[in-house]
């Protein structure tokens, strides 16, 4: 008998995405264009929490990673797809989940007088802040999480690509690190998935970027990446 588990699971794990890092933000505000690049979702076993993905089972994984604009996607919409449930084991149930994600952002946006501008984009090989421009018409930028940022304890900076490889926390205070060009975002499922033979769940899931992107207050010190507010789970 054919295995329904064999079927797509849509990727609106993504939007699950909450950034907390220390950079002073003054103004935020919806980007018109948000796109970022995962490169792997994970079920996390028994046992895990927050702050650990315990014997992380692989949905799906690009080495490439699989680049998403959440900016053009009505809410509740699919953002794409990758990866499928059948390696997930039937009867157990997964309470957390972790997406492996890069720190670098492409936005357009603007909040007030403050604009994404050309010429300042974030290098993730050598990843400081970048500033936005306190005037004019907002242009594409790459923003991203600098080296040094303190960021929440269910994320960790890593050269992980599928959530197993790879290593974490290179800086050993969990702050983002030179060399770290991803990272390890963990969240718990509004409710626990256990999958049963002949059963598949669906995936429902409610997104705002309203406060997606963020501005320092002379708009030129520092734009970074802000918090989509995210309702999701398996039902």
Do not use: H, W
């Not at 669906?202 to 507010?229: M, Q």
């Amino acid at each position: 008998m054919k295995n329904i588990y064999n079927k797509i699971l849509l990727i609106l794990i993504f939007l699950t995405l909450s950034l907390s890092f220390n950079i002073s933000k003054a103004a935020t505000g919806t980007p018109t264009t948000y796109f970022n690049t995962i490169y792997a979702v994970n079920l996390c076993g028994p046992g895990s929490s927050l702050t650990e993905c315990l014997d992380p089972v692989v949905l799906g994984t690009n080495a490439d990673g699989s680049t998403f604009d959440l900016g053009a996607i009505s809410a509740g919409a699919s953002a794409g797809s990758l990866g499928n449930l059948n390696k997930a084991q039937s009867g157990v149930t997964y309470s957390f989940a972790q997406i492996v994600l890069s720190r670098a952002f492409t936005m357009t946006g603007t909040v007030g007088s403050c604009v994404t501008k050309t010429g300042a984009d974030f290098d993730i090989t050598s990843p400081a802040a970048v500033g936005g421009a306190s005037s004019g018409t907002a242009v594409s930028q790459i923003i991203g999480v600098p080296s040094g940022a303190t960021i929440d304890s269910n994320m960790i900076g890593t050269t992980s690509t599928n959530g197993i490889n790879g290593a974490d926390n290179s800086s050993g205070n969990g702050n983002i690190a030179n060399g770290e060009p991803n990272m390890k975002f963990r969240f718990a499922l509004a409710t626990p998935l256990t999958l049963k033979n002949g059963r598949l769940p669906t995936f429902e899931i409610a997104f705002d970027l309203s406060a997606g992107i963020s501005f320092s207050a002379n708009c030129t010190s520092s734009v970074t990446p802000g918090p989509p507010a995210v309702t999701a789970s398996f039902k």
